[in-house]
């Protein structure tokens, strides 16, 4: 495996393993082996899930972020993405949602990450409807209860 190096400002923080560390000063990191990171700036919180892929994101961050809580949020994943890809008729989100699953599926959730955050300002375009394209049938208020449930609280 190649090192990864990641850079981190300050105060910064970074999820790795399920662990939360802050660095007090600028610091550079060197993953000697596999390892499951996320940067705060990649973060969202419960309250910041205020449409459907944003759940979806949410769900799959928990399943990095809290190994222990993995099984809950993968099974949740499996509930919620096939009702969410018969809500969308937007293709673009279609194709990424059936990628997810995929990704998920593989345990490259870092990578669903990485898509979703794509697919999030397309589904935007769509809920504000500035794209010209099919809108969602998706509900825009989150599952309090599921996203609780997937946070473990």
């Known amino acids: 495996m190649a090192t990864l190096r990641?850079?981190?400002r300050a105060g910064e923080r970074i999820f790795v393993n399920g662990a939360v560390l802050k660095v007090d000063r600028k610091t550079t990191l060197e993953f000697l082996n596999d390892v499951t990171f996320l940067l705060e700036s990649h973060v969202i919180q419960a309250e910041q899930a205020t449409t459907p892929l944003r759940q979806l994101y949410f769900i799959v961050q928990m399943i990095l972020m809290d190994p222990d809580s993995a099984d809950a949020a993968r099974k949740l994943f499996a509930e919620t993405q096939p009702t969410?890809?018969?809500s969308y008729s937007?293709?673009?989100?279609?194709?990424g949602l059936i990628e997810l699953e995929g990704l998920v599926l593989r345990n490259r959730c870092f990578e669903a990450l990485k898509r979703l955050r794509v697919l999030i300002p397309i589904e935007d375009e769509i809920l504000e409807g500035r794209d010209g394209r099919s809108q969602s049938n998706a509900p825009?208020?989150?599952p309090r209860q599921a996203l609780r449930l997937a946070a473990g609280v």
């Open 140 to 142: 825009i208020n989150p």
């Open 90 to 95: 937007n293709r673009d989100i279609i194709d």
């Open 84 to 86: 969410m890809l018969k």
């Open 6 to 8: 990641i850079s981190l």
